[in-house]
């Protein structure tokens, strides 16, 4: 069997920053990281090229192996601690700030671009004060965008100087965590292997979301539900989002429902960008893309209800499966409908779209009818969103804008943590967007750093250091 100080298990951006936190300290630790998807490299979606259906794909590729399904994502890294995670649970808003700065240095070290967006500026200022106006709340934050082609090069660099120091071991899927008188020892892998450690790590992403709720499970941790997102992502004319995302690229909009006082956002805004599908455990839903050197001629962003499930049910992830489920039925894959066929009751079809003024980015997506998919519940809640943007916006409401659904975040499940993001198992750590902490790039990164500063602090005095560090 073979033994390690630390394991990590998972490739994206809280097990890369973990790894990288624990060999900038210095110390002679023997880790190694674990991830069951492929290299940068060898990460490919076969719809860039040809016309397949996602359940070609065993494993997607977009959102699994090194990097994480941020890896392929927009690449936006959102500088604020009231954005994009709940490490404010854990730590006192001066600690969370910080952490914030340090994880955004780091990356401009290793090939962030300079400029930002947003922040608490005049324009944003008079942005908020148009939007309050109209039910909207603008959370001005300082955001950095990468662009999903910017990403792979940055990750390649990270890969380099971590592989320098710890062990890398992709396409290797952990089965289960080992635990012995509720202390963590090692974990078993998908190819019968088994390493053992002193500590472990897990940061499974959103896509091993389902695997970490099912071990929780078994070895009897407490888990709390977050909420379940659930909505549509809308595509439509760039110049019409534009006001918006020049001064902030990313508007990051709150709205709280008339009819049901349901709490309702943005997220994910892609100026210039395209609309993709991903496909895990068998459920095809969609996101969304931009890129730093190539524009399309729409803008598309998710807008997500989120809902918190009580007592009796505690099944947050199953329940979104299903709505995704029922999408996949009806359309074969992602479905996508004009807003104005949807107000009129009626399904789109590939005639209406191509009379529309929105070309769809993504291709494979079925006209369809959204109302047999998404619950009243949530429809309302979006139309109205969607009216009280194009007051600030105006086209945000056209008959032209196209829906795509579902979008589905199978983030829900949040474990029981100390300030130090242990579990109720000793030397067992859950950090990242699969465990709950973070829902973006940022706090991924920055809950891993939180946890190598925790080990850093435990093995200092009996681990010595190194002669030279690599990073």
Not at 316 to 324: E, K, R, V
């Amino acid at each position: 069997m073979a033994r390690y100080d630390i394991i990590i298990v998972g490739g994206g951006p809280a097990g890369i920053f973990t790894a990288l936190e624990l060999i900038r300290s210095g110390l002679d630790l023997n880790i190694i990281l674990l991830e069951k998807g492929k290299d940068i490299e060898k990460r490919f979606c076969p719809l860039h090229v040809k016309d397949v259906s996602c359940r070609h794909c065993a494993m997607c590729d977009i959102l699994s192996g090194w990097g994480g399904a941020g890896a392929f994502s927009d690449g936006k890294l959102t500088l604020s601690p009231e954005i994009g995670g709940f490490l404010g649970r854990y730590l006192v808003h001066e600690e969370l700030t910080g952490l914030i700065r340090y994880v955004d240095e780091t990356y401009m070290s290793y090939g962030a671009p300079k400029e930002s967006y947003g922040g608490d500026t005049r324009e944003v200022r008079e942005l908020q004060e148009v939007a309050s106006k109209h039910n909207l709340i603008l959370i001005p934050s300082l955001i950095r965008h990468l662009g999903t082609d910017r990403c792979a090069g940055l990750l390649k660099k990270l890969k380099n100087d971590i592989n320098n120091r710890a062990e890398i071991r992709l396409n290797t899927a952990v089965k289960e965590i080992i635990v012995r008188e509720r202390k963590a020892i090692g974990v078993h892998t998908d190819k019968g292997e088994e390493f053992s450690g002193d500590y472990i790590i897990l940061a499974p992403g959103r896509e091993g979301s389902e695997w970490l709720n099912e071990e929780a499970k078994r070895l009897n941790l407490t888990a709390l539900n977050n909420p379940v997102d659930i909505g549509v992502r809308v595509e439509l004319p760039a110049p019409v989002l534009e006001p918006l995302t020049k001064i902030t690229y990313e508007p990051k909009l709150f709205f709280y429902s008339r009819k049901f006082d349901d709490k309702v956002r943005t997220f994910c805004v892609n100026p210039y960008g395209e609309v993709v599908k991903e496909y895990s455990h068998g459920i095809s839903t969609v996101n969304g893309h931009s890129y730093s050197d190539k524009k399309t001629n729409n803008t598309n962003f998710a807008i997500l209800v989120s809902t918190y499930f009580t007592e009796p049910f505690h099944e947050p992830i199953a329940y979104g499966q299903y709505i995704a489920r029922l999408a996949n039925i009806l359309g074969m894959g992602v479905i996508v409908q004009r807003l104005g066929d949807l107000q009129m009751g009626r399904r789109s079809t590939y005639e209406r779209i191509s009379r529309g003024i929105v070309e769809p980015t993504l291709k494979d997506a079925t006209p369809g009818d959204l109302s047999f998919v998404i619950p009243y519940r949530y429809l309302s809640d979006i139309l109205e969103m969607l009216e009280a943007m194009d007051k600030i916006a105006p086209g945000v409401n056209s008959r032209h804008t196209l829906l795509y659904g579902v979008e589905v975040k199978f983030y829900s499940m949040l474990l029981k943590l100390t300030n130090s993001l242990e579990t109720e198992v000793k030397n067992l750590f859950a950090i990242g967007d699969g465990a709950g902490v973070s829902r973006g790039l940022v706090q991924a990164s920055a809950s891993g750093v939180v946890v190598a500063r925790e080990l850093i602090k435990r093995l200092k005095d009996v681990k010595p250091k190194r002669s030279k560090v690599g990073v």
